[in-house]
Antibody, heavy 119, light 108 residues
């Protein structure tokens, strides 16, 4: 059974870079039909799509975050990662990694990790 | 960017009742590329429906989706206790992928 697990610091200082990793287990990140991506949810609010990556390295980002976001993949470790630079309190959220079927809908989700931006 | 508006914001119903949730898009969603998710407190969202009307693996048949163009509906035919949650629609017809603001289905 495919599982995704987010990991990374739970507290990041303003202006610094948020870094998270998603480890995929129970299957290969190199499946041809799937993209791998990140979604976030501020406290008490809705979902915001951040971006996705294919195992080959092709990426698509939300234009609202594009200038600050980098998503990368390490197929040897079956992991993909998120970096969000110049964070502010508005970036405080639960961050989810998820498998995207054909860059479309998200059919497998990680449990999420809370990241707080505060000094 | 396609903006999705969900209504109502909150739906207060009793177990056994029928729930009808609406998702309206600011422009036509191509090829009915719309999905629905269920989220319970402290949990990740769970995929219910994709392609506007296709149930995901393991989803009970009391959940059904319909619609096309700009108007989509999620129907829960008879609410079970475990169905009380927040529901989100999401379009994948154009980039960026976007979500609606959610509808909370609460126990009356």
């Amino acid at each position: 059974q495919l599982q995704l697990q987010e990991s990374g610091p739970g507290l990041v200082k303003p202006s610094e870079t948020l870094s998270l990793t998603c480890t995929v287990s129970g299957g290969s990140i190199s499946y041809s039909s799937y993209y791998w991506g990140w979604i976030r949810q501020p406290p008490g609010k809705g979902l915001e799509w951040i971006g996705i990556i294919y195992y080959s390295g092709s990426t698509y980002y939300n234009p609202s975050l594009k200038s600050r976001v980098t998503i990368s993949v390490d197929t040897s470790k079956n992991q993909f990662s998120l970096k969000l630079s110049s964070v502010t309190a508005a970036d405080t959220a639960v961050y989810y990694c998820a498998r995207h079927f054909s860059s479309a809908y998200m059919d497998v989700w990680g449990k999420g990790t809370t990241v707080t931006v505060s000094s | 960017e396609i903006v999705l508006t969900q209504s109502p914001g909150t739906l207060s119903l009793s177990p056994g009742e029928r729930a009808t949730l609406s998702c309206r898009a600011s422009q036509s969603v191509s090829s009915s590329y719309l999905a629905w998710y269920q989220q319970k407190p402290g949990q990740a969202p769970r995929l219910l429906i994709y392609g506007a009307s296709t149930r995901a693996t393991g989803i009970p048949d009391r959940f059904s989706g319909s619609g096309s163009g700009t108007d989509f509906t999620l129907t829960i035919s008879r609410l079970e206790p475990e169905d009380f949650a927040v529901y989100y629609c999401q379009q994948y017809g154009s980039s960026p992928l976007t979500f609606g603001g959610g509808t909370k289905v609460e126990i009356k």
